[in-house]
């Protein structure tokens, strides 16, 4: 009733927001937005667990798949890796070149369990030779381990930069590999190998797109924003739905800023939060149907795609999970519940 009720409150911000959605958003403030985004998402908080029984603790019994990229590679993604037809200057070609050892170059704080790992590419005139969108695999074998660790990870450097390539990686207890990034100091070494195709994207694609991420599932989402808006041919509007339990759980959050600050009219980022800070303005709890079915575009909007990356619960409640790295499974939760079809969305 809450939810309902907090919903009705909301109905002139909805209209605004989905004037941003399907036709040509008008500049100025947003402040108003927020606020009643922050009714929106706070009266349906619960949503996940509060529907899903035993959902929370599914959850926390993986840490090391809590993340949208992260979780255990499959024996498909380790061994199909295609090769890249323009091999010059690409420090990772896929096919049959195995994996390559790269020195750790300088390591950031980031927040107080996440980190920015800086790791030189073999030659300084070497791009990475990752495609929008695509990961790179890890791989690490402890000294008491009876197999290697190999997990996925999606750079935040552009494809473009030269020498090096970056991650943001957040340490999850209990998850062997970024607890093993995390206790790395320069110059040691990690094995990786690709680059593994996801989505293939081209220029203006889909008219617009929706993000739908949960903590560090936010990368392939960031690689994805900023090829499109890194290139001045590419007209495709993006919103941003981004939950994280804290506020210092936002990730690559003054890039985003950056983002919509350069580009208003174009790209929208709402975030919304488990534990809010006292004054926060935007959403709380977790990301429900209210919340979605106000900022994103409708269903029957022509051209659009929406992406979701995340922990386990955030597939569950809101696409349903992918069966495997090439079968996206079934459209389930929210997404289905508000009518959106299996070919629009898309699952990292």
């Known amino acids: 009733m809450l ?39 706070g009266a349906g908080g619960y949503y ?7 959902l929370a603790s599914t959850v926390k019994q993986d840490p ?22 323009d091999q010059q200057n690409l420090a990772f070609k896929g096919g049959d070149q ?15 369990n996440t980190k920015r790992f800086r790791f030189a590419l073999p030659d300084k005139e070497d791009v ?21 660790v190999i997990r996925p990870y999606t750079p935040v450097s552009d494809e473009d930069s030269r020498g090096f ?20 100091d320069p110059p040691q070494r990690l094995d990786f190998k690709g680059p593994i195709p996801k989505y293939p994207w081209a220029p203006n694609k889909h008219d617009h797109i929706t993000l739908i991420a949960g903590g560090t599932g936010i990368t392939p ?44 009219q174009r790209f929208r980022a709402f975030y919304v939060l488990d534990k809010p800070p ?17 900022v994103i575009p409708e269903p029957k909007a022509e051209n659009i795609k929406i992406f979701v990356c995340g922990p386990p619960g955030l597939y569950k409640a809101i696409s349903g999970a992918k069966k495997s790295p090439q079968d996206q499974g079934e459209l389930e939760g929210i997404l289905k519940e508000l009518g959106y079809s299996k070919d629009q969305v898309y699952k990292f």
């Open 3 to 41: 939810a309902r009720q907090a919903f009705r409150t909301a109905q002139p911000l909805k209209r605004s927001v989905r004037r941003y959605a399907s036709g040509t958003p008008q500049g100025g403030s947003q402040t108003g937005l927020y606020a009643g985004l922050a009714a929106v998402a």
């Open 48 to 54: 996940y667990y509060s529907q899903r029984p035993g």
């Open 64 to 85: 090391s798949a809590q993340a949208g990229h992260g979780a255990p590679a499959s024996h498909k993604e380790i061994h199909n890796i295609p090769a890249q037809a």
């Open 98 to 112: 195995g994996w390559i050892s790269l020195k750790l170059d300088s390591v950031e704080q980031v927040s107080h």
């Open 128 to 148: 990475s030779g990752l495609q929008i969108a695509s990961a790179l695999l890890t791989k690490y074998k402890g000294p008491e381990m009876e197999k290697p």
């Open 165 to 184: 390539i970056d991650f943001v990686i957040k340490s999850y207890p209990g998850g062997p590999m970024s607890e093993h990034l995390h206790s790395m």
């Open 221 to 264: 989402m960031y690689q994805l924003a900023r090829a499109i808006f890194k290139n001045p041919e590419d007209k495709t509007k993006v919103t941003l739905v981004f939950g994280n339990v804290t506020e210092a759980d936002i990730l690559l959050k003054r890039e985003f800023e950056d983002l919509e600050n350069t580009y208003p």
């Open 278 to 294: 006292e004054g926060w303005g935007q959403g709380s709890g977790h990301i429900t149907k209210d919340l979605l079915k106000t």
